[in-house]
C-alpha cells in the first residue's frame, strides 16, 4: 500500500517524478514558477476556488460529460465493452478547457492581465482564447505555420474569440517550435503574463497543476463505470502527445492496479521511417521545455522532428508524468500510424455517428486492435479527447487525392 | 588559481573591467570559430564565451538562434566543440567558457563531459536551463574538477534567491540585464546599477552584465556599475554579415576593441 499511495504523492517537493520532471528554465521564470506554484498551492484548498472552479466546468463546460457505452461498436469489434468517455462534448469540443478554466481562475488570482498559450491542433489555443474571452482577460497564442495551415477553423475561432493568433516560423513550424516561442514570450513578460501550457509539461509546477485540472475526467469516469457496471474497468486507453487527456483520465487509477493503462502515441508514417511522434516507445531521456522527461533527440542531444498527421500529437516531447509512469511499469505506452487513425477516424463515425479528433482517433484505432482479443465480460475506457470538425476538411483532403 | 579568477585578479590590479566575448562555436564552421577567437582575443576580449548550438535555445533571440542553426548545418558537435578548445589551449591562455542547453551535456554524459571539457581547458560553464536546483551532481563533479560553474541571476530574481543562487556560483555571476531573450536593445533597463549592486552584497565573486549589450556606449555605463560586460549578439550579428573572413575579422578586430576601449577609461 505504502508504494501506491507514493505515486498518487508526487511529484515530490522539488517537482520531481522519480528523476523527471524538475525546474530546467533560465534564472528570469524561476520566481514565477515558485509563486505560480505557492499560489497554486494555496488555492487548491480554498473552498471559493474550487467552487468558482465547479461552477464554470458545470454551468459553462457542460461537465459532467457523459460515459457512452459504444453498443455498435462493441458489437462490431466482437470482443471487450468499449466505453467513450464524451470530452468531445466538452464546450470547445476537447478536454483542453478543463485545463484552460482552472488557469484562468489562477491567472485572475494573481492579478494578472494576459496570458499565452501554444497550440498545435489549435484545440488548446481556443480553450484557452474561450477562457480568456470569459474572464476579460488578453490573449496570444503562438501557433507554428505548418499547423496554421492545416488547423485553419481553429485559427478563425481564436480570432473570433478576440486572441491574436502569431505565427511561429523557426524550425519545424509545429508545436515544438510553437511552444519554444511561448517560452521565449514569457521569459520577456513573465511580470504581467501567465502562460497556460496546454499539457502536461513543461517546469513543475506545471505538469502538477495540468494534472490536477484534468483529473475529473478519471474522476468522473470511475463514478460513472460504477454506477453502470459495479466495478472499475480493465483498461483505459488514451492517446499522448503531450498527454494530458491520458493523465486525466490515467490519475484517479493509478493506485488501482488491476486496471491496465494505456497511452497511443503517434507512429506516423511508420516508426521504421523515423517520422514519427512515439517518444515514449522510442525516445530516451533528455531534457526539453523545462522538464525531465523521454525525447526524441539525436545522439548528440538536438531535437528531432516529430511527424503525425495530427497536429496535437506532433511532438517530440511528452509528459514526465507519462515517463515515470513508463519506466516503473504502471502504464504502457504503444503506437498508431497516420494510417491506423484514419481508418479509427471512419470507424467510430460510421459506427457510432461520432466524428473523433484525429488526436482520439489514435486511441480509437488502438482499441479496435485490442477488444477484439478480449473476453466480452471485460471493459475498455477510452478517452474520446475531442470531435474532429477540426479535422474534416485535412481528411476530406486527403481521401481525395488518395482515391 | 584559476585561470578566471587569474583573469580578474589581473583586471583588478589594472584597474580595468571585464569584457567577455560570446560567439557560437561553428558558426559559420569550426575552422572559422579558431581564427575568429584569436582575432578576438588579440583585440583584447578577457574572456571567451563558445556557445554550444543547440536545436531549440529557449533563452536565446533570433540572432543567435540563427548561429545555432547555421552552426548545427555545418555539422558541429559537443565533442568537436570539446576538441577545438583542447587545440586552441596549444596557443592561448585566456579563460573559455562553454554556454550550452543542458540537453546536449546531459546526453554526453555529464561526469564524461566535465572530464572532457576539464582536461582539454575549459575554465567554466554557464547552463542556463540547469538552475541550483537542478545542478546538484553536476556542480560537485565541475568543482571537483576544477571547473567554474557560472549561474545566472535576472532582473526578476528575489533577494533570497539572490543569496542562494550568488552561494552556487563560482568564477563570476551571470547578470542579465533585462527580463527577456538574447539581442541587442536600444537602452539598458532602469535599476541596473541597484540590482547589481544587490548582488555585490551577496558575493564576493564579480558580476558580470549580460543580454542586450549592443556596443560601446551601453558597454561603458553597464561596466561602470558592475565587473564587466558580456557581450554576444552584436558579435554574432558581425559573423552573419560579413561571410568574407578577411574583412569580418577586420570589422571584428574593430568592434571588440572598440568595447574593450570603453569600459577600460577612468570611470
Known amino acids: ?403 | 588559481m584559476s585561470r578566471i579568477t587569474n583573469c580578474f585578479a589581473t583586471l583588478k590590479a589594472e584597474n580595468t573591467k571585464a569584457l567577455v566575448a560570446f560567439i557560437t562555436a561553428g558558426d559559420p564552421d569550426l575552422e572559422s570559430t579558431k581564427s575568429i577567437l584569436d582575432i578576438i582575443d588579440d583585440s583584447g576580449a578577457d574572456i571567451i564565451e563558445l556557445g554550444v548550438p543547440f536545436s531549440d535555445p529557449l533563452a536565446d533571440g533570433p540572432v543567435i538562434q540563427a548561429s545555432a542553426l547555421r552552426s548545427l548545418k555545418s555539422g558541429t558537435t559537443l565533442k568537436k566543440i570539446i576538441a577545438l578548445v583542447k587545440e586552441i589551449r596549444q596557443s592561448r591562455e585566456l579563460p573559455i567558457v562553454l554556454m550550452t542547453s543542458f540537453n546536449p551535456v546531459f546526453v554526453y554524459g555529464e561526469k564524461q563531459f566535465i572530464k572532457d571539457a576539464a582536461s582539454a581547458g575549459v575554465d567554466g560553464v554557464i547552463i542556463p536551463d540547469l538552475p541550483p536546483e537542478e545542478a546538484g551532481e553536476f556542480s560537485a563533479s565541475a568543482e571537483e574538477k576544477g571547473i567554474d560553474m557560472i549561474h545566472l541571476l535576472a532582473p526578476t530574481s528575489p533577494d533570497e534567491r539572490v543569496r542562494m543562487v550568488a552561494e552556487h556560483s563560482r568564477g563570476f555571476i551571470y547578470y542579465i540585464s533585462l527580463t527577456g531573450t538574447t539581442g541587442v536593445r536600444s537602452e539598458l533597463s532602469e535599476g541596473l546599477g541597484d540590482k547589481v549592486e544587490s548582488i555585490k552584497q551577496a558575493t564576493n565573486i564579480p558580476v558580470l552584465v549580460g543580454f542586450g549589450i549592443s556596443g560601446p556606449d551601453q558597454a561603458r555605463s553597464a561596466a561602470a556599475v558592475s565587473d564587466g560586460v558580456i557581450v554576444g549578439s552584436a558579435i554574432v550579428k558581425l559573423i552573419e554579415q560579413n561571410p568574407d573572413p578577411a574583412q569580418r575579422d577586420s570589422k571584428l578586430a574593430e568592434f571588440v576593441s572598440s568595447v574593450k576601449q570603453a569600459i577600460s577609461g577612468p570611470n
Open chain 1, 1 to 403: 500500500m505504502d508504494d501506491k499511495t507514493k505515486d498518487m504523492n508526487l511529484p515530490d517537493v522539488r517537482g520531481h517524478f522519480g528523476q523527471f520532471g524538475g525546474k530546467y528554465v533560465i534564472e528570469t521564470l524561476m520566481p514565477a514558477l515558485e509563486e505560480l506554484e505557492k499560489l497554486y498551492n494555496e488555492a487548491r484548498v480554498d473552498p471559493k476556488f474550487q467552487s468558482d472552479l465547479k461552477y464554470y466546468l458545470k454551468e459553462y463546460v457542460g461537465r459532467p460529460t457523459p460515459l457512452y457505452y459504444a453498443e455498435r461498436l462493441t458489437k462490431h469489434l466482437g470482443g471487450a465493452k468499449i466505453y467513450l468517455k464524451r470530452e468531445d462534448l466538452n464546450h470547445t469540443g476537447a478536454h483542453k478547457i478543463n485545463n484552460t478554466i482552472g488557469s484562468a481562475l489562477l491567472t485572475l488570482r494573481m492579478g494578472k492581465k494576459r496570458v499565452i498559450a501554444e497550440t498545435g491542433a489549435g484545440q488548446h489555443g481556443v480553450a484557452t482564447a474561450t477562457a480568456a474571452a470569459l474572464f476579460g482577460l488578453k490573449c496570444d497564442v503562438f501557433m507554428g505555420e505548418e499547423d496554421i495551415k492545416r488547423q485553419s477553423l481553429n485559427v478563425f475561432r481564436m480570432k473570433l474569440l478576440g486572441a491574436r493568433v502569431i505565427p511561429v516560423s523557426a524550425g519545424t513550424r509545429t508545436l515544438k517550435d510553437a511552444t519554444s516561442e511561448a517560452i521565449r514570450e514569457w521569459i520577456t513578460t513573465v511580470e504581467t503574463t501567465h502562460y497556460i501550457i496546454g499539457s502536461v509539461v513543461g517546469p513543475h509546477p506545471y505538469p502538477m497543476i495540468v494534472r490536477d485540472f484534468q483529473r475529473i475526467i478519471g474522476d468522473e469516469a470511475s463514478e460513472q463505470i460504477m454506477e453502470v457496471e459495479k466495478r472499475m474497468p480493465d483498461v483505459c486507453v488514451a492517446c499522448v502527445g503531450g498527454g494530458s487527456n491520458a493523465m486525466g483520465l490515467f490519475f484517479p487509477f493509478v493506485e488501482n492496479k488491476s486496471v491496465k493503462l494505456v497511452g497511443i502515441e503517434a507512429a506516423g508514417l511508420g516508426i521504421e521511417t523515423g517520422k514519427h511522434g512515439a517518444t515514449l516507445s522510442h525516445g530516451s531521456t533528455g531534457v526539453l521545455h523545462g522538464m525531465m522527461s523521454y525525447l526524441l533527440h539525436d545522439d548528440d542531444g538536438q531535437v528531432q522532428e516529430a511527424h503525425s498527421i495530427s497536429a496535437g500529437l506532433d511532438y517530440p516531447g511528452v509528459g514526465c508524468e507519462h515517463s515515470y509512469l513508463k519506466t516503473s511499469g504502471r502504464a504502457q505506452y504503444e503506437n498508431i500510424t497516420d494510417e491506423e487513425a484514419l481508418e479509427g477516424f471512419k470507424l467510430l463515425s460510421s459506427f457510432e455517428g461520432i466524428i473523433p479528433a484525429l488526436e482520439s482517433s489514435h486511441a480509437i484505432a488502438h482499441v479496435a486492435k485490442m477488444a477484439p482479443k478480449m473476453k466480452k465480460d471485460e471493459i475498455i475506457m477510452v478517452c474520446l479527447s475531442g470531435r474532429g470538425d477540426k479535422d474534416v476538411n485535412q481528411v476530406a483532403d486527403r481521401m481525395e487525392a488518395d482515391s
